[in-house]
């Protein structure tokens, strides 16, 4: 990715376990977990041991923090949709931005930054979302990045005492890979 695609001063990098701390923090701020599915208080040794995990062999998930400076401002990543042979061209998204670096260009760079693994280097056909229905700020930038709707899940999640509805959303790999030249 080039630095003409992020904003001034971001720097994007895979997340490490020294980070562990700060995402806790963001995913933990009351404005950033209830569009989670993360729960208030975040267990930062949990969330450290999960991060070396990832980075381990035969891990395929990427997860990616947006700095300035030494500030975390938005982290995102690409996991396993599932173990089973069948679904390993499949992964899920995640992303959470903190709120004053929300609509700075933050979110759209972790976007690209994942968007250009999954196409390019992950062998990934597919990727997976939710969102709250009533987010339609992260609605309109999945939208943006080709990711378009495939259904409602109605009470999917318990949310500030209510079970609320969450949109589910696909993005196909454009132009899967080939062999790369011509038959005989």
């Keep these: 990715m080039s630095a003409a695609m992020s904003p001034p001063g971001l720097t994007l990098r895979r997340a490490l376990p020294d980070d562990a701390e700060a ?11 209830g569009n989670l599915l993360q729960l208030p208080y975040p267990n930062v040794a949990a969330m450290r041991t ?13 997860q990616l923090v947006a700095c300035e400076g030494d ?12 173990p089973a042979l069948r679904r390993r061209h499949a992964m899920m998204l995640g992303i959470a931005v903190r709120p004053p670096a929300q609509r700075r260009g933050v979110g759209s760079a972790l976007m690209r930054a ?5 196409d390019v280097w992950g062998q990934v056909l597919r990727i997976d979302l939710t969102v709250f229905r ?5 609605i309109r930038l999945y939208e943006r990045f080709g990711f378009r709707p495939e259904g409602t899940h109605r009470g999917y999640a318990l949310r500030d005492g209510a079970y609320a509805d969450v949109l589910s959303m ?15």
């Design 71 to 82: 500030e975390v401002l938005g982290c995102a990543g690409l996991h396993p949709a599932a």
């Design 23 to 33: 995402i806790a923090r963001l995913n933990g701020a009351a404005e950033v977990f």
């Design 134 to 138: 009533d987010n339609p700020g992260a």
């Design 170 to 184: 696909a993005r196909l790999h454009p132009h899967p890979p080939t062999l790369g030249w011509p038959e005989p």
């Design 114 to 118: 994942l968007i250009d693994y999954a």
């Design 50 to 62: 999960r991060l070396a995990e990832q980075a381990g062999p035969g891990h395929t998930d990427l």
